[in-house]
C-alpha cells in the first residue's frame, strides 16, 4: 500500500486540479489520481505526450487558464507537495473504519489489471462527467460516436472519425465539437441542434448575465461560417443508415412543439455522425461512500463537501455545468479542505471571488438545461427494434415489454426483467433511455465498482490493518 | 382504489408469485401488493436457486424436494423466458475429512430421497475442467437447478392471471370485530379480502406486526459477485463443502465459502458471503474480498477475470431457520410465507402450493407443523429450540 | 489534411503492430482506437447476441463498445490502450474469450 497522503484527488480535470492546488498552496499534502496520461481532463485534453504537439489541434479558448494551472502543477510537483498518479482508474474509494481516513482502490498498467491503494485523510471527487446519447434507429453503427468523443479522440489523439461528419442532438457542446472537427480537416455536412432559438431568447436574462459564455458560442459559430456550416436549430436526427458502418443520417424539422415535423426529413450523407444530448456526471465512487445525491448530481454545501465527513465533491460530478464552474468548485473545496484538515473552520469571505462565480454559473448551467431540454418525442421515435442497451443488446420493444406486461417500474426492475443495463458499461449509456421508456425519472444506478475489477485484484486487497 | 378479492398477498417476489399462482390454480381470485416493483427485494438480489444438496434431512428439504418439481413442471409451461437450468449441483471437499463428512451427509440425503453421486479427483476434472487440480472429491447433486429469480417471479404472477399493484406500501391489516382479517390498506386504497397472506420477506416481521402479531424475521446479508461475460466455463453450481455449515450457521460474523456458477446469459455469480449486520448496504470489501478469494480457489481461470458489479441481498430468516409457512393461528385469515433465508426462490413453489391447499382448506401435501408461524412466542419469551436440521 | 497539421505535431517514430493479421502503421502514444481509424477501421466488434459490428462510440471509457482483443487478451478498450511495437490486435466476437 501507498504511504497515506493527507488529501486524494480523484480527477485531474478543471475542478481537480484547482482543489488540488488550492489544497497545496496552504500546504496540503496532496495525492492526485487520475486515469488520464496527461492532467487536464475532457476540457483541457492535451495531445498525447509522445506527439510531441506544440499546441492542440483547433484553438483553445482558455489556453491561458490551461497554462496558469498546468505551471502550477508542475512547481507543487517539484516541490514533492502534490504527487500526480497518471494513468490510475479508481474504482473505489473505502471509507476506513474507526477514522482510519479513506483507501483509493485504483487499478493501473496497460491491461488495468494491476492493483493499487493510496490512504488519505480527506477525498475531494472531481470525476466529471460522460456524455448523455438519446438512442435512435441505427445509433450502434460504426461511425456514430458521441460529440464529446469524436472531440476527446481529436483532441487527444489528432485524428477524425471520418472524412464527411455530421454534428448532431443538442446543447453548448455541439458548437466547439463542430468547429474543432471542421478546423482539423473534416467537412461537416450539418451541425443539427434541436433546440430552438425562442428556446435561447425566453432565457436571455440568465443567459445575459454571462455574457462571455454567451460570446464564446457566438465565437464558436463565426468559426464555423468560415466553413460554410450554418446550424440548423430545431432539427433532429431522425435515423442512422448503413449495412456495416454509417453511410448517411435522417435529418427532419422539429414543430414548436418539439414534434417531428411531417415532411422535412431528407438524408445527409455522412461517414461519421457525432451526438450528444448533454453531460450526466459521474457519481459511483460518492454514491457507493454512502453520500447523499439530489437527483443525478452528488450533493454538497456551500464548502463543497458532502454529507459524508472528509469527503468533498466538486465539478460536473454535482451538477453539470462547464469547465469555469468546475474551477470555482474545486478552488473552494481545496480551500475549504486546508482549513479543515487543520481543525479550523474556514473563512467564506476568502473565497468571495469564485463564490460569486459558483452562483452565476449554476444559474447559468441551470438557464442551459432549460434551453436544451430534448425533443418532447425523442421517446417515441425509439422503434421496438432500436436498441437501447448497446452492451446487452436490449431493443426499446423488451423494455416496453417488461414495463407493460411484467410489471416493470423502475430501471432497476427493468434491468432485472430484460438485462438493460447489466453489462460492461453497467447501465451508463442506457440510463436515460431505460428511464424515458420506464416513464420515470432518471436516477444514478448503484455502481459499487465504478470500473470493472479483476477477480485478482479483488483477492489481493489489502488486509485491514488495525492502526 | 377499492378493491375485493379472495386473497390478497403482500409481496411480489418469488415467493408471492408462487401463492398467487398456485391460489388462482385453486379458484381464487388474487391479488398482489408490493411497496416496491416485482422482485425488487430478495429476489432480485439473488443468483435463482433451486437447490437440494445443501440441505439436511427434515422438513426444508422436504420442501425442496417438493418445489424442485414444481419448478420442473413451471419451467416446462413457461418456457425459456425464465432460464430454468437443471445444472446440477457439485460440492467439492478439498481434504480427506471433509470429503468424509461430505459422503455421511450425502449418505443421509440418499435416505432422504435425494440424488447425490460421489465423484472422485478424476472424475471432477470431466465433470468441471476448469476446476482447481488437488480436490479430495466431492458429490454432485442432478436435482440442483437455477432460475433467473426476476424473471421467473415476473412470469409466475403474469400466469396467474393475479391483479398486481406494485408501488403500493401495506400500511394497515384489516380486521374484523372478531378479530380477523379482512384484507389491506395501502398508500393508493384498501383491498377487502378475507385472507391475506403474508410472502413480504424480510419485512415478513413489519407485515406481522401490523397484523397485531409477532414473527421474528431478521435480515441476513449476502453479497453476490457478478463477472464480465464468459463462455460455458463453469458448467455445475460448483460450492466448497463448508457452505453447507455456513448456511446452517448461527454466527453474526462474516462467513463467506465460495459458491460459483455459470449462468446462460454469460456471467459467472460468486456467492456466498453471510453477515448479520441489519439492513446496511454499503458495499463490504471485506466480504467481496473473501468471495474473490475463494472463486479464485476453486477456479483460478477467473484470477484476471473481472468483475462488473457486485450486489448485496438481505436474506429474510428466522431463529431456527426454518420459514413460516401456514395460517397464523393467533390471527384468523392470516398466512405467513416467509422467512426462506437464502433459499427462498427454491422453496417458492412448494410454500405456494402449501399456502394454496391452506386456503382451500384441502391437505396440505407436507405436515405444516415445523412451519407454524407462532412457534417462537411472543416478543422476549424464549425461542424455540433449533429445527435440527443442521448436519 | 490531418489534424497532425494544426497541431504542429512532430512525425513520430513510427511502427508497425498487426490488426487481424495485417500490418498497420501506427506511432508512440498512440491508442488502438486512433491507429485503427487512422487505417480507416471502424469496427473491430461483433456483439454476443446478433454479431453486430462495433467500433469506437463514447472515446473515453465510459461504453465499452470498442472492446478488443489486444495481445490475446480480450476486452481491452481500444479508446484507451496505448500501443507498443509488435502489438497483435484481433477483432473480437462473442464474450472474446475461447470457449471453455
Redesign the interface.
Known amino acids: 500500500m501507498a504511504e497515506r497522503t493527507r488529501l486524494a484527488v480523484v480527477g485531474a480535470g478543471p475542478a481537480g486540479l484547482a482543489g488540488a492546488l488550492a489544497a497545496a498552496a496552504r500546504g496540503v499534502r496532496v495525492t492526485l489520481v487520475d486515469a488520464a496520461e496527461q492532467a487536464g481532463g475532457q476540457f483541457f485534453r492535451r495531445p498525447a505526450e509522445a506527439f510531441a504537439a506544440r499546441r492542440p489541434p483547433a484553438p483553445h479558448p482558455r489556453e491561458h487558464t490551461w497554462e496558469r494551472l498546468r505551471d502550477a502543477l508542475d512547481r507543487y510537483r517539484a516541490a514533492g507537495t502534490v504527487t500526480h498518479l497518471t494513468e490510475h482508474h479508481v474504482w473505489c474509494v473505502e471509507r476506513l473504519p474507526a477514522s482510519r481516513g479513506f483507501a483509493v482502490h485504483a487499478l493501473c498498467g496497460p491491461a488495468q489489471e494491476e492493483g493499487v491503494t493510496v490512504r488519505a485523510d480527506a477525498v475531494l471527487l472531481a470525476t466529471g462527467g460522460y456524455e448523455r446519447v438519446l438512442p435512435f434507429p441505427g445509433w450502434t453503427l460504426p461511425g456514430v460516436v458521441t460529440a464529446g468523443g469524436a472531440q476527446a479522440v481529436l483532441k487527444g489523439q489528432l485524428v477524425l472519425p471520418g472524412r464527411t461528419v455530421v454534428v448532431a442532438g443538442t446543447g453548448p457542446l455541439l458548437l466547439p465539437v463542430a468547429a474543432g472537427l471542421a478546423e482539423a480537416g473534416a467537412r461537416v455536412a450539418a451541425l443539427v441542434e434541436s433546440a430552438g432559438p425562442r428556446a435561447l431568447l425566453r432565457r436571455a436574462p440568465a443567459l445575459a448575465g454571462q455574457p462571455g459564455k454567451v460570446a464564446e458560442g457566438v465565437h464558436y459559430a463565426a468559426r464555423l461560417l468560415r466553413y460554410g456550416v450554418r446550424p440548423l436549430a430545431r432539427h433532429t436526427v431522425v435515423e442512422a443508415h448503413g449495412a456495416d458502418r454509417l453511410e448517411a443520417v435522417t435529418v427532419a424539422a422539429l414543430d414548436r412543439g418539439g414534434r417531428l415535423a411531417p415532411g422535412t426529413a431528407r438524408r445527409v450523407r455522412c461517414d461519421a455522425l457525432a451526438v450528444g444530448h448533454g453531460l450526466l456526471p459521474h457519481t459511483d465512487l460518492a454514491e457507493t461512500l454512502g453520500c447523499a445525491l439530489s437527483g443525478t448530481d452528488v450533493r454538497v454545501d456551500t464548502e463543497q463537501r458532502t454529507d459524508v465527513p472528509g469527503v468533498w465533491a466538486a465539478g460536473e460530478t454535482t451538477g453539470v455545468g462547464g469547465a469555469d464552474l468546475a474551477l470555482a468548485e474545486g478552488h473552494i473545496a481545496g480551500r475549504s479542505i486546508a482549513a479543515r484538515l487543520r481543525g479550523t473552520a474556514p473563512d467564506p469571505r476568502a473565497w468571495a471571488v469564485a463564490d460569486r462565480a459558483r452562483t452565476r454559473l449554476r444559474a447559468f448551467a441551470a438557464a442551459l438545461d432549460a434551453v436544451y431540454a430534448p425533443p418532447s418525442d425523442w421517446v417515441d421515435r425509439m422503434t421496438d427494434d432500436t436498441t437501447v442497451c448497446r452492451c446487452e443488446e436490449v431493443g426499446a420493444g423488451r423494455v416496453r415489454e417488461a414495463v407493460g406486461a411484467l410489471g416493470a417500474g423502475d430501471a432497476r426492475s427493468v434491468k432485472l426483467l430484460t438485462r438493460a443495463g447489466m453489462g460492461w458499461c453497467q447501465g451508463r449509456m442506457c440510463g436515460p433511455a431505460v428511464a424515458g421508456l420506464t416513464g420515470c425519472p432518471l436516477t444514478p444506478g448503484r455502481r459499487p465498482f465504478a470500473r470493472p475489477v479483476p477477480l485478482g485484484v479483488l483477492a489481493g486487497l489489502p488486509e485491514p490493518r488495525p492502526d | 382504489m377499492r378493491l375485493t378479492c379472495d386473497v390478497v398477498v403482500v409481496g411480489a417476489g418469488a415467493v408471492g408469485a408462487a401463492c398467487a399462482l398456485y391460489a388462482a390454480r385453486a379458484g381464487l381470485d388474487v391479488c398482489v401488493v408490493d411497496r416496491g416493483q416485482v422482485a425488487g427485494g430478495t429476489t432480485g438480489a439473488g443468483e435463482g436457486n433451486l437447490l437440494v444438496s445443501d440441505k439436511a434431512p427434515g422438513p426444508e428439504l422436504e420442501l425442496a424436494l417438493l418445489s424442485a418439481g414444481l419448478w420442473a413442471g413451471l419451467a416446462d409451461e413457461l418456457g425459456p423466458a425464465v432460464e430454468y437450468e437443471p445444472k446440477g449441483g457439485l460440492v467439492v471437499a478439498k481434504t480427506p475429512g471433509e470429503l468424509s463428512a461430505l459422503h455421511g451427509l450425502a449418505e443421509r440425503q440418499r435416505a432422504a430421497g435425494v440424488a447425490a453421486v460421489r465423484v472422485g479427483p478424476r472424475e471432477l476434472a470431466e465433470l468441471e475442467p476448469h476446476l482447481s487440480p488437488g480436490l479430495a472429491g466431492g458429490v454432485l447433486h442432478p436435482q440442483d437447478a437455477q432460475v433467473m429469480p426476476a424473471l421467473a417471479a415476473a412470469h409466475v404472477i403474469r400466469a396467474s392471471g393475479a391483479r398486481l399493484h406494485t408501488g403500493s406500501n401495506v400500511t394497515g391489516v384489516l380486521r374484523g370485530r372478531s378479530g380477523a382479517v379482512r384484507g389491506v390498506r395501502t398508500a393508493r386504497g384498501d383491498i377487502h379480502a378475507p385472507a391475506v397472506v403474508n410472502a413480504a420477506g424480510t419485512w415478513g416481521g413489519e407485515l406481522a406486526a401490523l397484523a397485531g402479531t409477532h414473527l421474528p424475521v431478521l435480515p441476513r446479508r449476502g453479497f453476490v459477485l457478478v463477472t464480465e461475460p464468459l463462455p460455458r466455463m463453469v458448467r455445475h453450481k460448483v460450492y466448497a463443502a463448508d457452505y453447507v455449515a455456513d448456511v446452517a450457521s448461527d454466527s453474526a460474523a462474516l462467513r463467506t465459502s465460495p459458491v460459483v456458477e455459470g449462468t446462460s446469459a454469460g456471467p459467472v455469480l460468486i456467492g456466498a458471503s453471510r453477515e448479520r449486520i441489519g439492513f446496511d448496504r454499503a458495499l463490504s470489501l471485506p466480504a467481496v474480498r473473501a468471495l474473490a478469494a475463494g472463486a479464485i480457489g476453486l477456479f483460478p481461470f477467473l484470477e484476471p477475470v473481472r468483475a462488473l458489479r457486485t450486489y448485496a441481498g438481505f436474506r429474510p430468516y428466522l431463529p431456527d431457520h426454518l420459514p413460516a409457512i401456514g395460517p397464523d393461528p393467533r390471527v384468523p385469515g392470516l398466512l405467513h410465507a416467509c422467512g426462506h433465508e437464502g433459499a427462498g426462490i427454491g422453496l417458492a413453489t412448494g410454500t405456494g402450493r402449501l399456502i394454496a391447499q391452506a386456503l382451500t382448506g384441502e391437505a396440505t401435501e407436507l405436515d405444516l407443523g415445523p412451519f407454524r408461524p407462532d412457534r417462537f412466542g411472543a416478543p422476549g419469551t424464549s425461542p424455540a429450540t433449533r429445527g435440527g436440521q443442521t448436519p | ?10 512525425p ?1 517514430a513510427v511502427f508497425t503492430v498487426t490488426f487481424d493479421g495485417l500490418p498497420i502503421a501506427a ?5 488502438v ?2 491507429a485503427l ?2 487505417a480507416g477501421v ?2 473491430w466488434r461483433g ?4 454479431g ?14 470498442c ?1 478488443v482483443t ?1 495481445n490475446g ?1 480480450p ?2 478498450r481500444a ?1 484507451l ?2 500501443l ?1 511495437p509488435g502489438d497483435v490486435i484481433r477483432t473480437q466476437e ?2 472474446g ?4
Not at chain 3, 469506437?56 to 463498445?65: A, E, Q, R, S, W
Not at chain 3, 474469450?97 to 471453455?100: I, L, M, N, S
Open positions: 489534411m490531418s489534424p497532425a497539421q494544426p497541431a504542429g505535431s512532430r513520430a506511432s508512440p502514444g498512440q491508442t482506437a486512433a481509424w487512422t471502424t469496427a456483439t454476443r447476441g446478433g453486430r459490428p462495433r467500433g469506437v462510440f463514447c472515446g473515453i471509457g465510459v461504453c465499452f463498445d472492446l489486444v487478451r476486452n481491452q479508446c490502450v496505448p507498443r462473442g464474450t474469450h475461447e470457449d471453455g
